[in-house]
T-cell receptor
Framework: DSGVTQTPKHLITATGQRVTLRCSPR?????VYWYQQSLDQGLQFLIQ???????AKGNILERFSAQQFPDLHSELNLSSLELGDSALYFC?????????????FGSGTQLSVL | AQSVTQPDIHITVSEGASLELRCNYS??????LFWYVQSPGQGLQLLLKYFSGDTLVQGIKGFEAEFKRSQSSFNLRKPSVHWSDAAEYFC????????FGKGTKLSVIP
């Protein structure tokens, strides 16, 4: 158990809908990262937050947004969903934003868009 | 732009045999290199990392990797594979945001 909690584990929805994925980082970790894992694109970095502030942005679509709350949990919002958004979404956390070596991953949320 | 190539999509080895998983990277500066393992239904777990210094790095579960700058490679090795090593392995590079390879799935024959 990495200590990173993601909910829900599975999510099935329809095209055009909006969903929210939730992540609770390990106790003491200030940085949260979101990754998308799909069969065709592999693992892709989406976005990073550190202590409530956006720190880095990767290949995140405009239909997607995220935030980190004062209690450090994070939410990834996916809207106007398309079939291609079906993927495993991982959250990871680390103590600091430069501390790459201590990245702890959650078990992921499997999103299926039908 | 940084990139990672894992040439082998799927590798099958017998239990007790040696293992080498290949990783080639492209990066503009001195790379930070990582190997992660993903078991079915699980998140990724860090096996080992290279930042600088000794080019042969030891990790958890008996894995090691060697950084070869001249070949832009960071291959993962294990002298004797156990059935529990069956998983998917990802090589990653980055110093600010990680770029992952597509992964190599390892199957172990008892």
């Amino acid at each position: 158990d990495s200590g990173v909690t993601q909910t829900p584990k599975h999510l099935i929805t329809a095209t055009g809908q909006r969903v929210t994925l939730r992540c609770s980082p390990r106790s003491g970790d200030l940085s949260v990262y979101w990754y998308q894992q799909s069969l065709d694109q592999g693992l892709q970095f989406l976005i990073q937050y550190y202590n409530g502030e956006e720190r880095a942005k990767g290949n995140i679509l405009e239909r997607f947004s995220a935030q980190q709350f004062p209690d450090l949990h994070s939410e990834l919002n996916l809207s106007s969903l398309e079939l291609g958004d079906s993927a495993l979404y991982f959250c990871a956390s680390s103590v600091a934003w430069t501390d790459r070596e201590k990245l702890f991953f959650g078990s992921g949320t499997q999103l299926s868009v039908l | 732009a940084q990139s990672v190539t894992q040439p082998d999509i799927h590798i099958t080895v017998s239990e007790g045999a040696s293992l080498e998983l290949r990783c080639n990277y492209s990066y503009g500066a001195t790379p930070y290199l990582f190997w992660y393992v993903q078991s079915p239904g699980q998140g990724l777990q860090l096996l080992l990392k290279y930042f600088s210094g000794d080019t042969l790095v030891q990790g958890i579960k008996g894995f090691e990797a060697e950084f070869k700058r001249s070949q832009s490679s960071f291959n993962l090795r294990k002298p004797s594979v156990h059935w529990s090593d069956a998983a998917e392995y990802f090589c990653a590079v980055g110093s600010y945001q990680l770029t992952f390879g597509k992964g190599t799935k390892l199957s172990v024959i008892p």
